[in-house]
């Protein structure tokens, strides 16, 4: 097994361009095997193309409703997918929905599954009502942004389980082929006991809305949410989640602990809230094996974006090639992993095993909300620190008009660890 619930085997299997239309026994969804409903909760561009990769990984689909807090949100989404799926999509005025209860009127339409895309910060609350409406889930990455969201939505996939419900995540590197082939040969111990990891995503800086007159604080905080940790976790959380996960899986499990270094050096206009531009972390595995984190969103910086694994008899790019003792390196086809992890997700369905990957993300989402822990209070800080964590980012029930203070910037030395 690769560490995701394939084998090798599977690799090959579900891996071609090609691969059959899967059709779908009576009775795994509502509507049986002609039509799979899917509604989309975040209509942004990640949930706009999640919505397309879905429909490109099964023929049966059918977006069927949609739901985001802004209705030109829904507007633009609406006209990408009906221009790119024709008559697959369904969405009516009716399955249409705005505001911040809009997730929970699209989980009463009748849909069979549904994309999380929304922001983070909501994660948990529409992870949690989609497990209870009974709907198998993609959910983008990560999957909450503080401890007590963390455990929110491990307890929803543990319920999940219970009910035979699929949960597969965004981080589409485990779905990747050639990352399950590596991974599958270096747990096999192609390259020996790994004895060190190394994450990066260092790049420039990414898009920012200037405030418009008219905005309340929740709007603007809203359409700039990449730079409020209730929304985003930060960069560490929202984006290098996708590099912690791969050295996660490398050493089938989690860190233990983390110091990490981090400010915000450049990016430091208040109209980029209040988040930090860098992020350098040492975790440390159970075993004794270190991790060296890096991440970074400033322009005119040296660009990184890989992980790097050592082991005692090889190293890896944990996807392309190991080199050493049992030299190898991927020269077969690569489809598109976003794809594959929506084909994935109904080929579990199907066959009567849903892939459940609520836990391990919420472990690597864990993973890197502890390093941004230890990065804004200066402090070590523990795996049962940050999972018992009682901090809470999330407004318990945000309104678009409220007044919304922007948090201060964190002091390592002086904000405090909760």
């Given at each position: 097994m690769s560490g995701n619930g394939?084998?090798?085997?599977?690799?090959?299997?579900?891996?071609?361009?090609?691969?059959?239309t899967i059709l779908l026994p009576n009775g795994v969804f509502a509507q049986g095997k002609d039509?799979?409903?899917?509604?989309?909760?975040?209509?942004?561009?990640?949930?706009?193309?999640?919505?397309?990769?879905?429909?490109?990984?099964?023929?049966?689909?059918?977006?069927?409703?949609?739901?985001?807090?802004?209705?030109d949100r829904l507007e633009s989404s609406s006209g990408t997918l009906k221009d790119r799926l024709k008559d697959r999509f369904q969405v009516t005025a009716d399955r249409t929905f705005a505001g911040f209860d809009a997730y929970e009127k699209l989980l009463q339409t009748g849909v069979d599954v549904v994309i999380l895309t929304s922001p983070p910060g909501f994660r948990p609350a529409h992870l949690k009502a989609a497990v209870a409406a009974g709907k198998h889930i993609f959910t983008e990455k990560p999957i909450a942004v503080d401890g007590p969201g963390v455990r929110t939505v491990i307890e929803a996939a543990n319920a999940a389980k219970a009910k035979g419900l699929a949960i597969v995540a965004g981080t589409q590197r485990r779905h990747d082929v050639a990352y399950r082939e590596a991974m599958a040969r270096i747990h096999d111990?192609?390259?020996?006991?790994?004895?060190?990891?190394?994450?990066?995503?260092?790049?420039?800086?990414?898009?920012?809305?200037?405030?418009?007159?008219?905005?309340?604080?929740?709007?603007?905080?809203?359409?700039?949410?990449?730079?409020?940790?209730?929304?985003?976790?930060?960069?560490?959380?929202?984006?290098?989640?996708?590099?912690?996960?791969?050295?996660?899986?490398?050493?089938?499990?989690?860190?233990?602990?983390?110091?990490?270094?981090?400010?915000?050096?450049?990016?430091t206009d208040a109209a980029y809230g209040h988040i930090f531009d860098h992020f350098a972390t040492e975790y440390e595995y159970a075993n004794g094996v270190k991790m060296l984190s890096m991440c970074r969103q400033i322009d005119g910086t040296a660009s990184r974006v890989s992980e790097h694994l050592v082991g005692t008899r090889g190293t890896s790019n944990g996807n392309t090639w190991i080199r050493g003792e049992n030299a190898?390196?991927?020269?077969?086809?690569?489809?598109?992993?976003?794809?594959?992890?929506?084909?994935?997700?109904?080929?579990?369905?199907?066959?009567?095993?849903?892939?459940?990957?609520?836990?391990?993300?919420?472990?690597?989402?864990?993973?890197?909300?502890?390093?941004?822990?230890?990065?804004?209070?200066?402090?070590?800080?523990?795996w049962d620190q940050a999972m018992g964590s009682q901090e809470s980012l999330v407004p318990e029930k945000p309104e678009m008009g409220a007044k919304l203070e922007v948090p201060p910037i964190a002091v390592p030395g002086k904000t405090k660890l909760i």
């Open positions: 394939f084998s090798r085997r599977d690799v090959l299997r579900t891996g071609g361009v090609a691969a059959a039509q799979i409903k899917v509604g989309v909760i975040g209509c942004g561009g990640r949930g706009t193309d999640a919505a397309i990769n879905c429909a490109d990984a099964e023929s049966s689909v059918v977006i069927w409703a949609m739901a985001d807090v802004f209705k111990g192609a390259m020996g006991d790994v004895v060190a990891c190394y994450a990066y995503w260092n790049q420039g800086g990414l898009w920012m809305h200037p405030r418009k007159e008219g905005w309340s604080d929740m709007e603007w905080q809203l359409r700039n949410w990449l730079y409020f940790t209730w929304l985003s976790g930060d960069h560490i959380v929202e984006q290098h989640v996708h590099n912690l996960d791969v050295c996660n899986w490398a050493m089938k499990g989690h860190p233990v602990k983390a110091v990490c270094l981090g400010g915000r050096e450049v990016r190898w390196r991927w020269d077969g086809d690569r489809p598109n992993p976003y794809m594959l992890e929506h084909r994935n997700l109904f080929t579990s369905i199907r066959e009567g095993n849903p892939i459940n990957e609520g836990v391990q993300v919420a472990e690597s989402t864990m993973t890197a909300i502890m390093g941004r822990m230890s990065a804004y209070t200066g402090q070590e800080v523990t």
